[in-house]
């Protein structure tokens, strides 16, 4: 996630870092160089090409106006919804961290034990979740935080955050047998384990679900086909001006829906989609101070204006 103040009228032009330009790029140079071609071939050659109404372009260009406004909703709509998945993960996190910690009692060593062992699980669920939806190796994280008589039935499990939240769900009924909670209170801490684990359902609902393939194609031809004949149209008007009107509507065009393809997956690394590594952090010291620990991660902070 690209994190940085509103740049001025100079850095608004000139900032690429957070920019979708490098990824269209070569379609915008394709469009100019194109654009270019057609400028020229008129101006040596005024009489090849015929006179074109801009009735036709105006049409084609407000239908695709529409296809990429609705799929530039779509794909925000699904980046906003993730980003409060994991709002509520914060919320969930911290309260039952806190009901543990308030409602048993650290005046044994197994109340303590049963804190400190529930806690941990919570911190290893959230960077577990994490590296669930972006398809990477999640333990380096989450290993100091699992029992070490566990590990080896969760390294076989193939929804390992989901395999976290039995396990918690577990710790929680053997608490309860051991007298450390009453029944009341019991159901009102597997009502928080419950909700985790109707965040990471949504998450894995939005990871899943992609926008309709055949809606992102009909975008991307409709675009490339708006942009293709766009010169010819444009060029008895224009003249020499063409690729720079063509450039500009390409950076619109192609633009809109590479965006909207990068925030159809807002789990991923790219610069625009959610910075779950520094929120899974900001989790974990959260977690850790309510255990009273005194030596903490750093929290993450972005580099070049880039939050992961």
Known sequence: MIVRDKPNLFQLFFTLR?????LIFPQIVLIALLGTAVA??????PSIFPS???APLA??????SLFLGFRNNASYDRWWEARKQWGQLVVDARSLSRQLTTYITNDT????????????????????LRHHLRKSDPWTDITPYLPAAELVSLQRSKNLPDAILRLLGKYLAKAQEQGLLSDILSKCLDERITSMAQV???CERIKHTPLPFAYMLLVHRTAYLYCFILPFGIVGTQGLFTPLFCAIVAYAFFGLDALSEELEDPFGLAANDLALTAMSRSIEINLLETLGETELPEPILPHNYLLQ
């Open 18 to 22: 957070g920019s979708i330009v490098p």
């Open 109 to 128: 060593d197994n109340g303590r034990q049963t804190q400190q062992l529930m806690v941990k699980l919570i911190i290893a669920f959230t960077h577990a």
């Open 40 to 45: 020229l071939t008129q101006e040596y050659f």
């Open 200 to 202: 990471q359902a949504a």
């Open 59 to 64: 049409l084609l260009g407000v239908a695709l």
């Open 52 to 54: 074109f109404t801009l």
